[in-house]
């Protein structure tokens, strides 16, 4: 059927119906531990979650006083990827530097 011959209130419905719900989110955290070393830490934050340094080192210093810290809230396939990122990157520079997600 073509569009001209259609209902408009029909074809105005689908579109609405069409529309998608934004994606979850989930925060990506950094867990501290007696290991990894702050500067290490820094430079993750700097260039896996694209952190400035002063930002980066604010949030080092969340994991290292409260145990954890915040590296930012995203799709769910991306913060996946960050925290396999991480994990890989701490493995290759023999520290125990542990990232999880959790739902927004």
Do not use: W
């Amino acid at each position: 059927m073509s569009a001209e011959f259609a209902d408009p209130e029909v074809i105005e419905k689908s579109r609405t119906d069409e529309q998608t719900d934004e994606p979850p989110l989930y925060k990506v955290l950094l867990l501290n531990d007696d290991y990894t070393t702050m500067d290490f830490v820094v430079e993750v934050l700097r260039h896996v979650f694209n952190k400035p340094t002063a930002e980066a080192t604010r949030i080092m210093f969340n994991v290292h006083r409260q145990g954890v810290g915040v590296c930012g809230t995203y799709p769910r396939e991306v913060a996946e990827t960050k925290v396999n990122t991480v994990h890989t990157l701490a493995r290759e520079h023999g520290f125990p530097l542990r990232c999880t997600m959790e739902k927004d």
